[in-house]
């Protein structure tokens, strides 16, 4: 199994149109779940402290719990914190991944604008979870315990 590079994420999100770049350091550098990236608002970000806390997870315009089951907290490293400061609006409730039209993401819109970014990038053959994989294998390739991995990751096993 490969995975993304440094480089790669940081090509995609350089071409990213600038609306998508919070949505891709989510999956990317926090590990989100394109579903838990749909369904979270900023109620659940706290950058004071320096996380956030997954709480649910939008699939199909269907709102459920993470498929963890659970919520879980996820440290902000500082590149995601100052650009979630950048577009932080004033109202709670307001989801924090939004499009380029500043509405909420549908499923095939977020999977399409990823493809048509990691196109730009000159990458093929990738998919939107594949973001996932790369925060994981990070963590691991940083020498963080395997029990930690999982839950950030939100994995049951």
Request: aromatic residues 10%.
């Amino acid at each position: 199994m490969s995975t993304f590079t440094e480089e790669d994420v940081r090509s995609v999100l350089r071409v990213a149109h600038p609306r998508h770049r919070v949505t891709f350091l989510l999956a990317a550098y926090a590990g989100l779940r394109a579903g838990e990236i749909r369904g979270l608002r900023w109620r659940d970000v706290d950058l004071a402290a320096g996380h956030l806390v997954v709480r649910e997870s939008i699939c199909h315009g269907e709102v459920a719990t993470p498929k963890s089951g659970h919520e879980r907290v996820v440290p902000l490293i500082p590149e995601l914190r100052t650009a979630l400061q950048k577009v932080r609006p004033r109202e709670r409730d307001k989801f924090v991944a939004l499009n380029a039209y500043g509405r909420k993401w549908t499923d095939w819109g977020l999977l399409q604008a990823f493809k048509r970014a990691y196109e730009r990038a000159g990458l093929k053959g990738w998919r939107f979870h594949d973001l996932r994989h790369f925060f994981v294998t990070a963590l691991f390739r940083k020498g963080v315990a395997a029990p930690t991995v999982q839950a950030l990751a939100g994995h049951a096993h």
